[in-house]
C-alpha cells in the first residue's frame, strides 16, 4: 500500500509525468546536496524513469509549472493549490516575528526588498544585493534574511529557480487571487493536509501523519475524525493505523515492483522510525557525520528492490565515471538487484562506467563487479 501510494509500483512512466507525481506526493524534498543529482530529480527518476534532467526542472520551475517552494515536511516544492492549507504555518511564523536570525518583523531591509521586487519584478538574493556576508553558506546577508522572512510570512513566494537559485515575488502577483483570497482556519488547512498525507503514505500512523506535511500533531488528533481516513490495524504495528479508501485497493493486487536507487530525501523514506516499520532497516543520512564515524557513506541512497530495501550505495562522480564509494548488501541475494539499479542510475547520468569501491561484505565485491559490469554492456 505505501510503495503504491507513492508511486513506486506499477509502470515507470506514469500519465500526467513529474506534475502528476508532484501533486500525487503532495511535496517533492529540495536539497543542496547534489552527488549523483539533486534530490528533486532523484524523486522523478525513481518514478518516472530515466527522463531528461531539464524536463524534470521545468516541471516543477518552469513558465507552465503549477507548483510553489514552501516548508511542508521540509522545504519542499508543492502544488500550487496547496497554498490555502499552509496559511497555519504563515500565521504561526508571523506571530514569532523572526527566522533563527535576528529580525524584527518589519524592518527597513524588508520594505526595501518589497520596494525592489514590485518596481523590478522577480529577483534572485543575488540581484537584490547578495545572498551571503562572506563567510559559510548560513552566514546569510540582511537582505537574504528579510527575502526569506518574506516568504515565510506569505507575502513572498518562490515559483522559479535560477541555476537553483530561488527567484522571490511577491505573493500578490504570482499567485492566482482565487488562491489568495482564501484564509483558512488552521483545522482547515490541518484536513486538507492529514487527508493529503493518508493518500500519499496509504496507511500511516498518527505520528506518520503529522511528519508528512510538519502538522503538529496534536492538530493532527483534532482532525483525524474529519481526514476522511479509515482507522484500521496493521500486523505488527504497536500503534494505531489510518489508511486512505484509495489505497486500500492496492491490497491483494499484483503489480510490477521497482528496483531503484532511492535519494535520502524521498519521501518514502523521510520518517526514519517509518522506515524501520515498513523495511526492518535502520537508515541515517550521514553527510553531517564526521568522515571516520559514517557507518554507510556521505549520501548514502536505499536500494529498492520490490517491496524490500535491499541495500544502500553511497555514489560520487569523476568525469564519466560514477563511482560506488560504498555498496552495503542488507540481504544475501542484494548483489544482482543494487548492480543492476547502479548501472541503469549510471546510464541515467551518461556515465559510460562504474567503479566499485568498498563493499560489505566483501566477499559480495565480485558478483557486484560482474552484475554492474555485464548490466553496463548490455
Known sequence: MALTAQGLRGPRVTKGGVPAMVRR???VQLDTISVLA??????????????GRSKVDQAYWGPRSETFEYWSHAACVIPLEDWPAYAFKRRARREKGRRWHVLQERDKTCNEVLARLHEEGPLTANELGGAKKGGPWWDWSETKIAAEWLLDVGELVCRERRGFARVYDLAERAIPAGLLAQDWSDEQCAI?????????????????????????RALVRRVLASSGLTKVSVAGWKQAAYADSGALSAVGTRMRGRTVMLSPFDSL???????????DVRHRLEAYTPKEKRIYGYFAMPVLDGTRIVGLVDPGRRGEVLLAKQVTLLRPDAAVPVARALAEAASWVESTSCEIGRVEPESARPAVLAEVTAALAS
Open 269 to 279: 523514506i523521510w520518517y526514519r522510525e517509518r522506515v524501520e516499520r515498513l523495511f
Open 192 to 216: 486538507r493536509l492529514v487527508a493529503a498525507a493518508g493518500r500519499s503514505l496509504g496507511v500511516a500512523t498518527e505520528a506518520d501523519l503529522a511528519v508528512y506535511h510538519g502538522v503538529p
Open 38 to 51: 539533486r534530490s528533486h530529480e532523484l524523486v522523478a527518476y525513481a518514478r518516472s524513469g530515466a527522463i
Open 25 to 27: 506526493l503532495g511535496a
